[in-house]
Nanobody, 116 residues
Framework: QMQLVESGGGLVQPGGSLRLSCAAS????????MGWYRQAPGKQRELVAT???????DYADSVKGRFTMSRDNAKNTVYLQMNSLKPEDTAVYYC??????????WGQGTQVTVSS
């Protein structure tokens, strides 16, 4: 089973940028599609972006044009470049292998707070 460790979150002002990283270990990373998810306080976890093993990306409408997901299979890492951040982007961000279920195991996530 793959272990996932997210990092790169922090406090940023509206309009700012952050780059999240997700390092994977324990499995053959390159064969998997990957996804970034987020969970805001009091809300359900939602899918933000996905990337296929060949690098094709897809995004939620709420982040399209602002977020860019990428992967480096040599480093077993996926990234989420977040630009033009808004207060509504505030959440804990997680990576995982889609699709997820109620039995999916999650890492600790990384907190992103967008506030002035």
């Amino acid at each position: 089973q793959m272990q996932l460790v997210e990092s790169g979150g922090g406090l940023v002002q509206p309009g700012g940028s952050l780059r999240l990283s997700c390092a994977a270990s324990g499995s053959v990373f390159s064969i998997y599609a990957m996804g970034w998810y987020r969970q805001a306080p009091g809300k359900q976890r939602e899918l933000v972006a996905t990337i296929t093993r060949s690098g094709i990306t897809d995004y939620a409408d709420s982040v399209k044009g602002r977020f860019t997901m990428s992967r480096d299979n040599a480093k077993n890492t996926v990234y989420l470049q977040m630009n033009s951040l808004k207060p509504e982007d505030t959440a804990v961000y997680y990576c995982n292998v889609p699709p997820v279920t109620k039995k999916t195991t999650w890492g600790q996530g990384t907190q992103v707070t967008v506030s002035s």
